[in-house]
């Protein structure tokens, strides 16, 4: 299975940004899609984007729509998710995958964690 690293996470106030970071040293992301999930304590983990890597498609959580972006970098292997407008209940352990089913059949990366706190 191929490594995913993500990075980007930290501690921020509400209504602030970060941008996460997750790459795959070595392995271009030709997978059909990648996927971003977060998981908060005692919560389930649940879907929050999707990137599709054939026409650049995507699909966000109604949680985080409008406030959220995914996209790509070719040329640096890393997938980015952009998060404007952090809200509380954002906070979570962020993972990326190399699909967007949520399964373990597929890679996923470490996760880093997101904090939003005044």
């Known amino acids: 299975q191929v490594q995913l690293v993500e990075s980007g996470g930290g501690l921020v106030q509400p209504g602030g940004s970060l941008r996460l970071a997750c790459a795959a040293p070595g392995f271009p992301f030709y997978y059909a899609g990648v996927g971003w999930f977060r998981q908060a304590p005692g919560k389930e983990r649940e879907g929050v984007s999707c990137l599709s890597m054939n026409d650049g498609s995507t699909w966000y959580a109604d949680s985080v729509r409008g406030r959220f972006t995914t996209s790509k970098d070719v040329a640096n292997n890393t997938i980015y998710l952009q998060m404007n407008s952090l809200k509380p209940e954002d906070t979570a352990t962020y993972y990326c995958?190399?699909?967007?089913?949520?399964?373990?059949?597929?890679?996923w990366g470490q996760g880093t964690q997101v904090s939003v706190s005044s």
């Open positions: 995958a190399t699909d967007c089913s949520g399964s373990d059949d597929y890679s």
